[in-house]
């Protein structure tokens, strides 16, 4: 008994030394887990980025940008998921200069080491006056 207690301490120690059981951020938006080896994990996580000051009039509620980050056992990682190039889909076709009220969702599957991020950004389009 002491022996299986023992043990299922060692496991759960391992997984919160390697960051299998936690969220990272970056900069206080989500990131990637990528610290060790992470056998299964499942999260959904979103972020708000405020409105602007400035004079503006809209142009299009809804607009929408998605992009997918891989990772394979932290080794290999890629995608591109920056906030220029999400912002740069969502405003394709749209005359507008900036975005305001966007909301970003991820969605973070990672199976035996390999870690896939969908990110969606969402927002409204605007033109300054």
Request: net charge neutral; glycine share 10%.
């Amino acid at each position: 008994m002491k022996k299986m207690i023992l043990g299922l301490g060692a496991i759960v120690a391992a997984a919160i030394v390697t960051s299998c059981a936690g969220v990272t951020t970056n900069n206080g938006m989500p990131a990637l887990i990528g610290m060790g080896p992470n056998f299964f994990s499942t999260l959904k996580l979103n972020s708000y980025i405020g409105d602007v000051t400035s004079s503006y009039t809209v142009v299009k509620h809804g607009v929408t940008a998605e992009a997918t980050i891989t990772s394979f056992f932290t080794c290999v990682n890629m995608g591109d998921a920056s906030f220029e190039t999400l912002k740069g889909k969502a405003l394709e076709g749209v005359s507008a200069d900036d975005l305001i009220d966007i909301r970003v969702d991820y969605d973070q599957n990672c199976i035996c080491g390999i870690n896939t991020v969908k990110v969606k950004l969402t927002g409204t389009a605007i033109k300054y006056k």
